[in-house]
Each structure stands twice: as structure tokens, then as C-alpha cells.
């Protein structure tokens, strides 16, 4: 009997708290229950969204950013803990597969997280952006292959990368190569301008044609005053306005509904994973219209770690007789009655062997 095809998805395009991040967790813990009374299976949020994306980051040069990164470091978010536990614990209570961009603090670093818990609260996926983005770079470490996998949740099979890494083909490969139904594209939104939003909706749905899924897009919303807040110089606002494209794109590269391009909300669709079959039978770039003997990719999804350690086994003297013991007696007598010479006269003749005797 075929599988349940029909599903109903969200993506989410609101603000953060700026001061808290117990107060971004509670807009997003609304929002889970919001989509989820909507009848949503998937809830997608944007990038790296708890507490907050570093905004700050991109409008202020390095040397007056120490303070606001520490206090990013003071509100990131420790995976396991608190705040997955809350989001695991709501996306169970209401049967729905989250989808969560966060800083992730791992002790003296911080990195751009994807959190993908299924819709009993399991997390099936923690994954670190490959390659933080220019002004990124003072802010995350950088992530490895082992989370470039895709994971079977309720909904289907889910993929996921966080905003430039969908102009690394290779990265979006290896997740189409693993035959993802949904893709889950985050992007931070109110950023660079108009022309970041016609950049991120040629992005993703080329993905979707590509890949032969559905994309779901989710980006974040500043409001005026946190724009004021973040950059007391009007000049530099600009830069923290538009790049806005919270959408939902079928297998054939279309919005399925209208996206969302200001404002806050969240964008709801009702999706057909049969559409994937009915696209993929015309190009499976993975499959009948691959040709792996002259094109293929190299995946090394080892995690990236400090320090490996290499365990040996412990010799076992205990079946060794002990120093002075009888039998070394025992093997004295021997030698004196086969003229074995001891030890000692061992030592004398290697001495002689390599000079003056001493």
C-alpha cells in the first residue's frame, strides 16, 4: 500500500528578540503550536534564528564587534540542553516535524546549526554550515561532511543547508544524491537589499528543479526598530533591509503559493511528494540522467576532530614467572650443566664484540 503523499508544511518568517534568547524560544515555541493548529506536518524557521543572526556583524567592523559577540556567546545555544529539549518537547506535545537554524556554542566556539527533530521530538539531525559566509567568518567555525545527510522524518525524506552553502553544487549533490523529498533551505532575511530575495528565489528554485523536491524556504524579518537598534548610523540600515523569500517551491521550480517578502507570518501549502515521480521521470539527475562512470562526487563525512586517540591492549605479565623465582633457579642449574654460560658472561662477550672488554 503506497505511503501517505499529502502533506501540509510551513515556513515561518518572523523577528527575534534581540535581548533574550528565552525570548526568541518563546516566538518560536508559539509559532510550532501556531502551524501545528493549521494542521502543518513540517515547520521550517530561518537561519540560525535562535537567539539571533549576528546582524551586527555584517554593519560593524571586527574591532567594534567584541561586546555584542560575546553576548552572542552568553545566549547560543548548547545542543543537547535547555532550549532542545523545549523545542524536542513541543514538537512531540503537537506531532511536528521542526526544522530550527541556531548559534550553536560548543565550549570555546560557536557555529551556524541546523536542528532537525522528528515529530515525536526526536533530534535526527545536527548539522554545522560548511563554510561561513565573509562577515560569518569572524563569528562561526566551520562545519564538516558529517552532516550532509539527509534524514527519513514523518514527512519524508529531509535535506538541509543554510544560505550560501546552496551556491556549493557539491554540498546540494551529495544531499540530492541521497534522494531527498523535502529540502529545507534557511536564509537570515533582512539583509543586503532587494536584490538578496531575487538572488535567494533563483537559488532555490533552481534547487528544486535540480533536485526533483520540494523547497522549503524560510528568512528572518527585522522590524524598524531593531534596524535602528543594530545600526545607529542611517547609512548602514540599508544593508540591514529586503532579502526577504520565505516560499514553498514544487519539484518543477514553481511557488506552490505566493511567497512572503515582507512582514512577519507564516507561509502554509499543502505539497504532493507524488510530484517528485512525475518530475523525476523526466530528469533524475541522481539516477537515469547520471552518469556516475564520468561524473561523480567524493564524500568524506568523517566529523572534524580536535584529536583522535588510538587504543592498544594492555600486555598480561601475570602468566610470566616472577624475578628470582624458582624456576629462574631451576634454569641456572641447567646452563651450568649444559656449560650455558650465565648472564652475566653473556654481557661480557657482546662487551669484548664491541671493543675493550670492561
Known amino acids: 500500500m503506497p505511503k501517505e503523499t499529502k502533506?501540509?508544511?510551513?515556513?515561518?518568517?518572523?523577528?527575534?528578540?534581540?535581548?533574550?534568547?528565552?525570548?526568541?524560544?518563546?516566538?518560536?515555541?508559539?509559532?510550532?503550536?501556531?502551524?501545528a493548529e493549521k494542521g502543518a506536518g513540517l515547520v521550517v524557521f530561518p537561519e540560525t534564528f535562535l537567539p539571533w543572526y549576528p546582524y551586527f556583524s555584517f554593519v560593524h567592523p571586527p574591532v567594534l564587534t567584541g561586546a555584542e559577540h560575546l553576548r552572542l556567546y552568553d545566549n547560543a545555544v548548547v545542543v543537547p540542553g535547555p532550549v532542545t529539549h523545549a523545542v524536542a518537547a513541543a514538537a512531540k506535545r503537537h506531532a511536528i516535524v521542526v526544522v530550527l537554524g541556531v548559534n550553536?556554542?560548543?565550549?570555546?566556539?560557536?557555529y551556524n546549526a541546523q536542528l532537525v527533530f522528528d515529530a515525536d521530538g526526536t533530534l535526527l539531525l545536527k548539522r554545522r554550515k560548511l563554510t561561513p559566509t565573509f562577515h560569518e567568518r569572524m563569528i562561526w567555525g566551520q562545519g564538516d561532511g558529517a552532516g550532509l545527510k539527509v534524514v527519513d522524518t514523518a514527512v519524508g525524506r529531509v535535506g538541509a543547508l543554510a544560505c550560501w552553502e546552496h551556491y556549493n553544487p557539491l554540498a546540494r549533490y551529495a544531499l540530492m544524491a541521497q534522494h531527498e523529498e523535502i529540502h529545507v533551505a534557511q536564509f537570515p532575511g533582512s539583509l543586503v537589499g532587494p536584490i538578496f530575495a531575487d538572488q535567494i528565489e533563483v537559488t532555490?528554485?533552481?534547487?528544486?528543479?535540480?533536485?526533483?523536491c520540494?523547497?522549503?524556504?524560510?528568512?528572518?524579518?527585522?522590524?524598524?526598530?531593531?534596524?535602528?537598534?543594530?545600526?545607529?548610523?542611517?547609512?548602514?540600515?540599508?544593508?540591514?533591509?529586503?532579502?526577504?523569500?520565505?516560499?514553498?517551491?514544487?519539484?518543477e521550480g514553481a511557488h506552490v503559493v505566493p511567497p512572503l517578502t515582507s512582514g512577519e507570518g507564516i507561509l502554509i501549502a499543502d505539497i504532493d511528494l507524488a510530484l517528485i515521480t512525475k518530475r523525476?521521470?523526466?530528469?533524475?539527475?541522481?539516477?537515469?540522467?547520471?552518469?556516475?562512470?564520468?561524473?561523480?562526487?567524493?564524500?568524506?563525512?568523517?566529523?572534524?576532530?580536535?584529536?583522535?586517540?588510538?587504543?592498544?591492549?594492555?600486555?598480561?605479565?601475570?602468566?610470566?614467572?616472577?624475578?628470582?623465582?624458582?624456576s629462574d633457579e631451576t634454569d641456572d642449574a641447567q646452563r651450568r650443566r649444559?656449560?650455558?654460560p650465565a648472564d652475566g658472561a653473556i654481557d661480557q662477550r657482546i662487551a669484548i664484540v664491541g671493543g675493550t672488554a670492561r
Open 280 to 326: 523525476k521521470r523526466m530528469m533524475d539527475s541522481v539516477g537515469h540522467y547520471a552518469r556516475p562512470e564520468l561524473l561523480s562526487l567524493n564524500l568524506d563525512n568523517r566529523p572534524a576532530l580536535p584529536m583522535h586517540t588510538a587504543s592498544h591492549p594492555v600486555a598480561d605479565f601475570s602468566s610470566f614467572p616472577a624475578f628470582g623465582s624458582a
Open 204 to 212: 532555490i528554485r533552481h534547487h528544486a528543479l535540480e533536485s526533483g
Open 7 to 35: 502533506v501540509r508544511v510551513a515556513a515561518v518568517q518572523i523577528a527575534p528578540d534581540l535581548d533574550t534568547l528565552e525570548g526568541t524560544l518563546t516566538r518560536v515555541l508559539a509559532a510550532i503550536a501556531e502551524a
Open 104 to 110: 550553536e556554542r560548543d565550549h570555546g566556539s560557536l
Open 338 to 340: 649444559h656449560g650455558t
Open 214 to 251: 520540494f523547497v522549503v524556504n524560510a528568512t528572518g524579518w527585522l522590524t524598524e526598530d531593531q534596524i535602528a537598534r543594530i545600526s545607529p548610523e542611517e547609512k548602514l540600515r540599508k544593508g540591514l533591509t529586503g532579502g526577504c523569500m520565505t516560499a514553498i517551491i514544487s519539484p
